[in-house]
């Protein structure tokens, strides 16, 4: 029998053993599975007394039962310490506790062990409903990762006030830039029909405090605003809702032309004002706590208050004006570039966004990426944070891996975010990171959001890999507290998608904070940038040189006989000169800059020594290699788990890991085949030369990659 | 608390429980759930004894594990009769019995309690291995059912060679028509990843007999030709090749252009018949045993050869001597119109390919919808089935409810393709139907197929609609033995499906049955036809009349002060004439045609007196109101399975039910609303007259429907 052959009937077997098993990645990091040590907590959990309810705490309440008989089994003793759940108003048993819950705030909550040595109870309250499911979920997790319940105390309040998904999801049910099959939001059968699986996505959302989702594509769509429309949001806001979760839509700019029959879009025009004015209301009536609006103006093709010679804050204004009677925001899009200025694209939307600086109504957030160019593998932080002093920012980071290996590359992105977090932005001396301006500290604002454009469609298990589920995870942890380290939450996602074997956990925990860095070194390393192929962006293109300049790749590397990079200090386009002085004066010399960014900033000699003494030339080589050395090293770990994991999981990973090894060297090959025509050099010690020549690499194409908006409405 | 409220709460408790439960659709009709009446079957099913194994035969193990371990229970006893399995060659204990399989075929079966009364056997068998799958699924078919062993005897042989669904899937992973999320090919993962549901796609299928699938989509794209895609299509072929499952795919007539860089795709040029020639020898490199290739050419924009000149034969020849060699086939479809030749659009199929008979190679088939215009909800067969003696037909039918109210309205359309197959062409006299016409008795064809458009993507359930699985359920039914009756096949899959208590059975037997006629009466009654809203297909449009002629509704309906329907007799585009003797006589008057065809023949006074003694105003309007009426019914009954059923199917069909009694009232008022402009005549006693006046309906639009290929690549 051919190893083909044994490859199929295994995976037939998988089928039928999948009818039984659910290890389908369905259930995300909410398994619930049978805990090994349950006997220690089955002594010190019992009945839960939740007081009133109403649909929120009764959530609470199923929940909790659903992950007591998951993880501890149904025959739990009513002798066990009880678990008080509820708020002071709701639980009168609570209210005798007398607690001070006035840090807790809207959200937060508190879960401790409680009472007297002959009387322990378990605590689970806060001041709401939603901050008690919040709470839930944590004392769950708490157990999902066999945590001690001895000195149990876990209070918590997010940082970030809104804490969003963005789903880029098409009307037509395609979903820009995600490979996990078709968008989650069956539109057709809404409003009539509110499949299980929206309370299943809300659970995993609220799993991780996430409350709020923007339903549409940046690219945006007016039939969203039609009643017919607005009927199957409400659907999906009713649903959702109970969970903590608000709805957001994306407005398109042009709607009053599109779908109002008006003349213009103008935002100064009273029509309009009064169109956007009459429409908001209307959301209102379906939506009494909508969210706001998301917009992507002018930006991309997408249409904004520019066409009409208007200023983004004009525009932002317009709608936040007709949002703020009812609590809404808008979240203004800071993605603005376009070639005509001449202007390196780096420094464009900081130039337009400063400038409008205390123009904006409260209630409007400029939502900006984490990085300057657009969601490469690695950024070093917008400029624009800390810079609008008067203007709240939310920051936007991307879950779906549109330049981080599609559905196909392992890839853990928390250490991505945790270095946009926690980047020193020194606009109010040390300390002023980002997390601290987007939380509203640096500079007293009262509003604060965080943005993930999701990965997430209709695929069994949401996120076409399963280790994707982990960066859905992530995001959420972050967004509460931006402050849990990669490695924390690697654990708890790991422990709870996977079981809590310490070898297990130990080597997938050791895959996940490797894969970023692999991830970078094998694409885009040491500030490289921009340089994927064109359209679908899955895959290398450094060699990219024609249409628009400041979407080929030649505009970002800049390679030739001297060197590559591109040079952003004063003797370039002097986007440097956009940080603080703390940032220019350290990224301002290829010696003194991070190794990470010296590409971003600087065009180097081939020859430039590194700090490994290396030259440049041979530091990319090494580097490539590097990280596609580390690729095969996931691989040997992967394989060490055979028969310790579920077969599914097990057999899904191995072949996708097999896969981005292939495309890691891929990826590498293709670039240094490239890069080596200019730098002539040759290849160090240690680094396997391209297989090829460069023309296989450039004739080599992918067609209809999923996710790819040029093959979708 | 609300309604709404209190709904969402239980979908939400649904949504936990459905953890638990696993009646999402995705097992289909094989969930083999525990029986009630398990014992007596215990005392009658003990081991398997299997023999030899290979592929195919080690899933028909399988699956008989699966199937009882599900349906009795895992403790069955070694004591009770041996279950015998395989064929004569693979295994001796059923050599020994010598029994007579030559009317088998390939891949018939013999099911039957065997032995002597003190060693009872149950014997499992076929020529082949192919055929003892088969086997298998008869056999847990008939436990399933509850059926008695007593006098087990199944034995059962197909009538029809190629038994294919087509899958009207593009390469973006969108699905024209059919509206159940993606497509299931993932293309983008293949090769390297074969997800296990495609082991249970292929189980599926090859439990009613369908044994080969087209992958892609009949409006063609030539990239599937390529060989980064051909790796992809091989490891699919291997996936479904132990479960008797060729794969097709379809050929886009430009491909030598758009992929072989030609200058023409001239099929009586060299370079194009080598070009052709060596690319399907390519594809049998990577799939030995492909089916072959299904064209529309020269058909709604498809290329094809009589942009050179030359005629459907020149271009299905070329193909089909290039797969003789490796016994693959040409499906030539029929389906070519065009408005230019002011032709009767019924005539124009018939037409064309009578005149081309005889010139075809023997590996062509000519693929023929069921009837002359365009899967309407009710169509008398197409008059070239038994006009064309020297080339075999394959009959198309569309499970995919493009016009039969997509995956919102319950249609069970086995009585619709019931009525196609028994339909008497009266070619060579009585009983010349076409079922014999297909299987190539009436002119001695050998080759035979039938083919059924898949209503099939990656929603969880497959198909949309719980009950739209019962359609692809039937298609394989009615491939396989065409005279099983719609009663039969209802009875089988519901109780597959719903178990076997036998008023709930009766139930959605009766709403199954009940069904069809209503949607017909509902939507285009009285042999209307193509009224329906243009581009998506869904929901009424009888007012349409711009664009190409033949695309608009009132080119078939062709209503007017005096009355409406389309002449298609001697005194107007004479289609009739194009019938045997027999069907010129019958459907020749109004008085003698049967009414269900009545408008489809002859344009008739408003006034007419139908056999009712109504007119046909009259009976136009209570044929309406009855299909609504018969909705509102089929809502009761549901009503009646409250608690019978699992919760989650019923809420499911619950909801869905109650749109579809929206949609017909719609589709009802929309076209009475219509119609009564040119009848101006009172509505009958009994019928509701429109809610709203016509331009109500006109006006309603609705926005990215899914299936809609205006909006797919």
Redesign the interface.
């Known amino acids: 029998?051919t190893k083909?052959?044994r490859?199929?009937?295994l995976?037939?077997?998988?089928?039928?053993y999948?009818?039984a098993t659910?290890e389908?990645g369905y259930?995300l990091w909410l398994r619930y599975e049978p805990l090994e040590d349950a006997a220690d907590y089955l002594r010190q959990i019992g009945d839960t007394e939740a007081g009133e309810t109403n649909?929120t705490s009764?959530?609470a309440v199923?929940?909790l039962k659903?992950g007591l008989d998951g993880l501890l089994g149904t025959s739990r003793s009513s002798k066990a310490p009880k678990i008080l759940l509820g708020t002071p108003e709701s639980n009168k048993a609570i209210a005798k506790l007398d607690l001070d819950l006035s840090d807790l705030g809207e959200e937060g909550f508190w879960v401790a062990a409680a009472g007297t040595k002959k009387k322990k109870q378990i605590v689970i309250t806060a001041n709401t409903d939603q901050g008690v499911l919040y709470g839930v979920f944590a004392f769950l997790r708490h157990l999902q990762t066999e945590q001690d319940l001895d000195g149990l105390n876990l209070k918590s309040t997010p940082r970030i006030e809104h804490r969003l998904l963005n789903h880029w999801d098409n009307?037509?049910?395609?979903v820009e830039r995600t490979?996990a099959?078709?968008s989650i939001f069956?539109?057709?059968?809404l409003p009539?029909?509110?499949?299980?699986?929206?309370?299943?996505y809300a659970?995993a959302c609220a799993s991780i405090g996430i409350n709020g989702t923007v339903l549409t594509n940046v690219n945006s769509n007016a039939?969203i605003l039609?009643p017919?429309?607005l009927e199957k949001v409400a659907a999906l806001a009713?649903?959702f809702r109970?969970y903590g979760i608000k709805v957001y839509l994306t407005a398109r700019f042009s709607a009053p032309i599109e779908i109002g029959g008006l003349e213009t879009a103008d935002p100064l025009e009273p029509e309009v004002i009064k169109w956007w004015t009459d429409k908001i209301n209307e959301i209102y009536e379906y939506v009494p706590d909508f969210g706001g609006f998301l917009v992507k103006a002018n930006s991309e093709g997408q249409p904004g208050p520019q066409s009409y010679h208007r200023d983004h804050a004009d525009g932002a204004n317009l709608l936040a004006r007709a949002l703020a009677p009812h609590q809404g925001i808008v979240m203004w899009r800071a993605f603005v570039y376009e070639f005509e200025t001449q202007e390196d694209r780096h420094k464009q939307a900081y130039t337009e966004f400063t400038g409008l600086d205390g123009k904006f109504e409260p209630n409007v957030l400029i939502q900006t990426k984490n990085g300057a160019i657009d969601f490469m593998p690695r950024e070093p932080f917008h400029p624009l944070f800390g810079s609008t002093p008067e203007t709240p920012l939310a920051l936007e980071l991307q879950i779906a891996q549109e330049y981080t290996g599609?559905?196909?590359h392992m890839v853990y992105l928390a250490p991505m975010w945790k270095e946009a977090l926690s980047a020193d932005t020194y606009v109010e001396g040390v300390g002023s990171t980002v997390a601290k301006v987007i939380d509203g500290s640096v500079y007293g604002h009262e509003t604060s959001a965080i943005a993930g454009v999701a990965n997430i469609?209709?695929?069994?298990n949401w996120t076409?890999h399963p280790m994707a589920a982990a960066n859905w995870y992530a995001f959420g942890r972050l967004a509460w507290d931006y402050d849990l380290s990669s490695e924390q939450i690697a654990d708890e996602w790991t422990r709870m998608t996977f079981g809590n074997e310490s070898s297990t956990v130990e080597t997938i925990e050791s895959m996940l904070l490797a894969s970023y860095e692999n991830m970078v070194s094998y694409s885009m390393p040491l500030g490289l940038h921009h340089i994927m192929y064109p359209g679908h962006h899955y895959g290398p293109g450094p060699w990219h040189d024609e249409g628009r300049p400041d979407w080929t790749s030649i505009y970002y590397h800049q390679a030739n006989e001297d060197g590559i990079g591109f040079d952003r200090t004063e003797t370039g386009s002097d986007a440097l000169s956009q940080y603080a002085p703390e940032i220019i004066e350290q990224w301002g010399s290829p010696k003194t800059i991070p190794e990470k960014f010296l590409l971003w900033f600087h065009h180097v000699d081939w020859d430039f020594e590194m700090k490994s003494g290396n030259t440049l030339w041979q530091e990319i080589c090494l580097t490539y290699q590097e990280g596609v050395d580390g690729v095969s090293e996931m691989i040997g770990q992967w394989e060490s788990l055979e028969g310790r994991i579920d077969e599914?999981r097990y057999a899904?990973v191995s072949?996708?890991l097999?896969?981005q090894l292939q495309d890691a060297k891929f990826y590498k090959d293709a670039c240094l085949a490239y890069f080596h025509t200019f730098a002539q050099r040759p290849y160090p010690e240690g680094v396997e030369a391209p297989e090829y020549d460069l023309e296989h690499y450039k004739s080599f194409e992918?067609?209809?990659?999923?996710g790819d908006p040029g093959?979708?409405?």
């Open positions: 029998m083909r052959i490859l199929i009937l995976t037939a077997v998988l089928a039928l999948s009818y659910a389908d259930r649909e009764a959530l199923e929940e659903l009307l037509t049910r395609t490979m099959g078709a069956n539109w057709f059968d009539y029909y509110v499949e299980p699986y929206y309370h299943d659970r039939t039609r017919q429309y009713d649903t109970p599609g559905d196909i469609g209709n695929a069994r076409g599914q899904r072949a996708l097999h896969r992918l067609y209809h990659v999923p093959e979708q409405w």
